[in-house]
């Protein structure tokens, strides 16, 4: 399989051995990112801010391959309180998806002192193909 790493400065560094994303078979796969800024390394305060920052990881790893949310078709979410964040992360994440409504699972997990922590598949447009 032909595959290669994606990375950026603007998404905060691996933390072990793993890659910020994986481009393979037309897709590009990231990995599970948290709340840390990139410039600052702070962790944002409330699930709903924690999945902005989040989602603007995602979306600098997107970038780097001149992909946006629009391309995301998978979203995996784990949530440290599921039952009681459900709903202000769901706001959160329709700020970034709108109407372009990529298929979901969000399961609680221990998450070691973050709330959310999310990756997502996206869609390489085919060769020739605007995105």
Do not use: C, W
């Amino acid at each position: 399989m032909n595959e290669r790493t994606v990375h950026t400065l603007d998404a905060p560094a691996p933390a072990g051995a793993y890659s910020q994303g994986v481009i393979a078979g037309g897709f590009l796969f990231t990995s599970g990112f948290g709340p840390q800024n990139s410039a600052t390394g702070e962790v944002a305060h409330g699930v709903a801010a924690q999945t902005t920052q989040v989602l603007r990881n995602i979306g600098a790893v997107l970038a780097e391959e001149g992909l946006t949310m629009r391309d995301v078709v998978k979203v995996t979410t784990h949530l440290q309180h599921l039952k009681r964040d459900f709903h202000a992360y769901d706001a959160a994440y329709r700020e970034f998806f709108g109407e372009a409504r990529p298929v979901r699972t969000t399961v609680g997990s221990d998450l070691m002192d973050i709330l959310v922590e999310i990756d997502v598949v996206a869609a390489l447009p085919a060769l020739g193909q605007p995105s």
